[in-house]
T-cell receptor
Framework: DAGVTQSPTHLIKTRGQHVTLRCSPISGHKSVSWYQQVLGQGPQFIFQYYEKEERGRGNFPDRFSARQFPNYSSELNVNALLLGDSALYLC????????????FGSGTQLSVL | GIQVEQSPPDLILQEGANSTLRCNFSDSVNNLQWFHQNPWGQLINLFYIPSGTKQNGRLSATTVATERYSLLYISSSQTTDSGVYFCAVGVDSNYQLIWGAGTKLIIKP
């Protein structure tokens, strides 16, 4: 069975642009979470979706948005990119809404120039 | 909000050595997970362990929820164990996990 898949693996954007990151969860998993990881730090929670509804939102500005599709895949959108948005963006899936045992994709490395 | 502290921040060991990594948290949790992030950035779930003890091969973990700490034991270390080990906790109905800063482990051949 395929694990969590993310695309693209790397992305270079300039300030002010917008970006869309994509994630496909493990088959059967209905929960998708997004995290941002800056070099040298632990991941920071951005969003969680379960059964296509937003279940949680971290301390990120409104420039960050997400959605979950009927097939449980998800998109993370970031508008008006800032240099500080450069980070590894990680998607995780789990069977339950309460996130017992998160499984992560290999991430999208975003560089904002 | 809840604070998660991991120690030590860095650990350098020879292959074959044993190690103990610690995670302290400042409030009651209903979710605690240990992850290994390899040098290529991939996060691997090691344990879901809000309480009790679990073992998986050379790795084992113990969480003492009443005293607000968890320990990850690695025995007979191999070079492939190198990377960063993270502890992440969840509280009540809050769906997010709060992560520690990690322990960077280097295993020398």
């Amino acid at each position: 069975d395929a694990g969590v898949t993310q695309s693209p693996t790397h992305l270079i954007k300039t300030r002010g642009q917008h970006v869309t990151l994509r994630c496909s969860p493990i088959s059967g998993h209905k929960s998708v979470s997004w995290y941002q990881q800056v070099l040298g730090q632990g991941p920071q929670f951005i969003f969680q979706y379960y059964e296509k509804e937003e279940r949680g939102r971290g301390n990120f500005p409104d420039r960050f948005s997400a959605r979950q599709f009927p097939n449980y895949s998800s998109e993370l959108n970031v508008n008006a990119l800032l240099l500080g948005d450069s980070a590894l963006y990680l998607c995780a899936s789990s069977l339950t809404a309460t996130n017992e045992k998160l499984f992560f994709g290999s991430g999208t490395q975003l560089s904002v120039l | 909000g809840i604070q998660v502290e991991q120690s030590p921040p860095d650990l350098i060991l020879q292959e074959g050595a044993n190690s103990t990594l610690r995670c302290n948290f400042s409030d009651s949790v209903n979710n605690l997970q240990w992850f290994h992030q390899n040098p290529w950035g991939q996060l691997i779930n090691l344990f879901y362990i809000p309480s009790g003890t679990k073992q998986n091969g050379r790795l084992s973990a113990t969480t003492v929820a009443t005293e607000r700490y968890s320990l990850l034991y690695i025995s007979s270390s191999q070079t492939t164990d190198s990377g960063v080990y993270f502890c992440a906790v969840g509280v009540d109905s809050n769906y997010q996990l709060i992560w520690g800063a990690g322990t960077k482990l280097i295993i020398k051949p």
